[in-house]
């Protein structure tokens, strides 16, 4: 029997610390969590002190029951699951049922050999302010779900849905945006660009119109930008100011969790989970020519600190690469925010000389893309800032004043390694009192906007702003919105669904502290109090549940159950001849039949997109649909008699092929291509930009 023991959350990580540690140590995994409050009871004491009822999770009984031959003889039980809340209430229910007298917690904020072996040299006695943090959080969730979930399936009709703390805060972020949309009455404006050149040679360029007689211009309709046009006829084009600057421009700070998982989602397209799936792959382990490292530092932190170690690394590789000139003069160290958790590092490469070239072989195509987005991020928050050439120029011309702005990169700095290429707007040579020859004036149409829908990345970033959450739960809460179709996917921006305005509807009416975002933002600064022991965790609860339960009382009583009536249709069964229905359902309206149960006949309520089916003899429509899980797909009307169905959106584009339907591919929310939706055809063309407006 192994004389040490270590006790890691996942199999993936065993592997790793395996090829650091010599013979006579025995490393194990407790698969995440071992023990949790019971599924089908509160599992929480209200009366006395909100104690915990905590038991093994069912799956796990066959883990725990190994964990405990394996610890039986151990001399000595490390206990090293995640560096986080978490993770510390992981230990802490292992110390409990494997009965550890002695258990020696240890952190690894990255699992490299150096830091396996610092961590195991200077273990610790399990952190239990971060333990009633954690429990103090799982306690909140549990009775806030476990009251509210039953309330809504009660007054809404449907056992399916759920309330959450968190949870219905975003939803309702997201339920308020779309109103938002939907009330919004966008304004026609105009906008007048004069194309120009210098008379010394000819060097188009374009200025905005921007004033008139000394005061900011408004162009509202056709009509007055048509008599600014006539009275700008002949007019002369006169330089009458000339501003240059130099601006510098700082990189931005290495990544934490939050903007991990918004640029991720704008450059990468990836989803908030999907992100932390890789980023856990990158941190535990993978096999490269030097055996099994973590590729990064522990993916889960709000705190922008770097170690000393990484920073000298950092600007030695800078300097070999670019030269002294791309270095500041002293290593960049980013201010953490107030209130953020600074126990771990920014996410950073554990050895920027692990470059994206050099693991490239060993990691899969999702690995290497976020891989590389981190070290090219550290590496840019090293480096000089970028410098910008700025030209002004204003242009008179009878009382209206343009202005044409140019940006020229006069030194790359970081740019050169974190930035999307861009095109300089390069400006002729102008001088003050020069008259400007004019090539043509353009008019333009333009109506406001409303404000956009949330994508999974800007929900992200509301969330953190409002200090709603922690970066570390914000993709179990968006999949969850989804899960239960209270939000759904369109083009990467998230949709309220009718079930999720009326489940917001009813919380914001009768909870309005559990939907507030100040009430749960504060909520999150007394969960970090615990932690920091400044609050016992049992008060919070108390004064919490003080307030949420008579709300819940008066909540039961006063709020009415919200019947929907069957609707009759103008239509009768295909199946049994019987007048058919419009039903609500977990996922909106719904035609069933009037005889059910004893016929089932139903289908789902579908905008058509006026495109026939392309299926031979079918008189079919091509019409939009959801699956269970709300993700929407293009289908026949004539379901089940045909069954053509197809993700991609169809157009009315024959394929010049085999005369079969085309359908948009899509590219980060934009179409940019059309491909056949005929099996085994593989013509695809793509598309100018201008060209697609149907589904945008």
């Not at 008139?212 to 006829?233: D, M, P, S, T, W």
């Not at 800078?318 to 201010?335: A, D, V």
């Not at 009759?568 to 059910?596: D, I, W």
Request: a positive charge.
């Amino acid at each position: 029997m192994s004389k040490k023991v270590i006790i890691v959350e996942s199999p993936a990580k065993t592997k790793t610390l395996k090829s650091f540690l010599k013979d006579g140590w025995k490393v194990t995994a407790s698969m995440g969590h071992i023990r949790d409050l019971p599924e089908r009871s509160l599992g929480v004491d209200l009366v006395n002190g909100f104690t915990p009822k905590f038991v093994i999770i069912s799956k796990k009984r066959q883990v725990v029951k190994k964990l405990k031959e394996e610890v039986k003889d151990a001399k000595e039980v490390y206990l090293a699951s995640d560096p986080d809340r978490e993770g510390e209430a992981i230990a802490w229910h292992l110390a409990q049922v494997l009965n550890l007298k002695n258990p020696l917690r240890v952190e690894f904020n990255e699992i490299t050999k150096s830091a396996v072996l610092e961590g195991l040299a200077h273990p610790r006695s399990i952190d239990m302010n971060r333990v009633y943090s954690q429990h103090a959080r799982r306690i909140l969730d549990r009775i806030v779900g476990y009251k509210l979930s039953p309330l809504l399936w009660e007054k809404l009709g449907f056992k399916t849905l759920s309330a959450g703390r968190v949870q219905s805060v975003a939803l309702r972020l997201l339920c308020e945006r779309e109103r938002e949309i939907q009330s919004f009455v966008p304004e026609e404006y105009w906008t007048i660009t004069a194309r120009l050149t210098s008379k010394r040679e000819y060097f188009p360029f374009e200025a905005l119109l921007i004033g008139r007689n000394g005061e900011k211009i408004k162009i509202n309709n056709e009509e007055e930008a048509n008599h600014i046009l006539q009275v700008l006829g002949g007019a002369e084009y006169r330089v009458i100011g000339v501003k240059k600057q130099e601006r510098r421009r700082n990189p931005p700070p290495p990544f934490i969790t939050s903007t991990l998982q918004q640029d991720a989602s704008n450059r990468l397209g990836f989803t908030p989970a999907r992100t932390m799936r890789i980023a856990q792959q990158l941190y535990e382990g993978i096999e490269i020519d030097e055996g099994t490292v973590g590729l990064i530092t522990y993916m889960r932190t709000d705190s922008v600190r770097i170690a000393e170690s990484a920073l000298q690394e950092a600007r030695e590789f800078l300097k070999q690469i670019y030269g002294k000139e791309y270095l500041p003069p002293q290593p960049r160290r980013f201010k953490v925010k107030e209130g953020a958790q600074d126990a771990h590092e920014a996410i950073r490469p554990t050895s920027v000389f692990r470059t994206p070239e050099r693991v490239a072989p060993y990691l899969t195509f999702d690995q290497l893309k976020l891989y590389t987005l981190i070290w090219r991020r550290f590496l840019a928050s090293q480096m000089k800032e970028a410098i910008l050439d700025l030209t002004s120029v204003d242009i008179q011309a009878k009382g209206f004043l343009f202005r044409a702005n140019g940006s020229v990169v006069k030194f790359p700095g970081f740019l050169s390694m974190y930035e999307e290429k861009r095109e300089d707007i390069v400006l002729p040579s102008l001088e003050e009192g020069e008259v400007l020859e004019l090539i043509e004036l353009i008019p333009s149409q333009h109506f406001t906007q409303p404000p956009p829908r949330y994508t999974e990345a800007s929900l992200v970033k509301a969330l953190e702003q409002k200090g709603i959450g922690r970066p570390s739960t914000y993709a179990v809460i968006i999949q969850t919105l989804l899960d239960r179709y209270y939000v759904v996917r369109e083009n990467k921006q998230l949709v309220p669904t009718e079930m999720g305005f009326r489940v917001n509807e009813l919380l914001v009416e009768n909870f309005p502290d559990i939907v507030d975002v100040s009430f749960t933002a504060k909520m999150e600064e007394e969960l970090d109090d615990i932690e920091r022991g400044i609050l016992r965790w049992d008060f919070v609860l108390e004064k919490f549940y003080d307030a949420f339960s008579q709300t819940l009382k008066r909540a039961l009583q006063s709020i009415e159950k919200q019947e929907r009536e069957d609707k009759p249709l103008e239509e009768r069964c295909p199946l049994c001849g019987a007048p058919l229905v419009l039903k609500f359902g977990r996922y909106g309206e719904f035609v069933s039949c009037s005889n059910f149960p004893n016929c089932k006949y139903k289908r789902s309520i579908t905008s058509s997109l006026g495109i026939p089916c392309p299926m031979e003899g079918c008189e079919g429509e091509i019409v939009e649909k959801r699956t269970k899980k709300g993700r929407v797909f293009y289908g026949c009307s004539n379901y089940p008699k045909c069954k053509f169905a197809s993700w991609l959106r169809p157009t009315e584009r024959r394929c010049p092929r085999c005369g079969f339907l085309l359908g948009e591919k899509l590219s980060k929310g934009k179409v940019v291509g059309l491909v056949c939706l005929r099996e085994g055809c593989d013509y695809q063309e793509a598309v100018e930009r201008e060209e697609v407006t149907a589904s945008e």
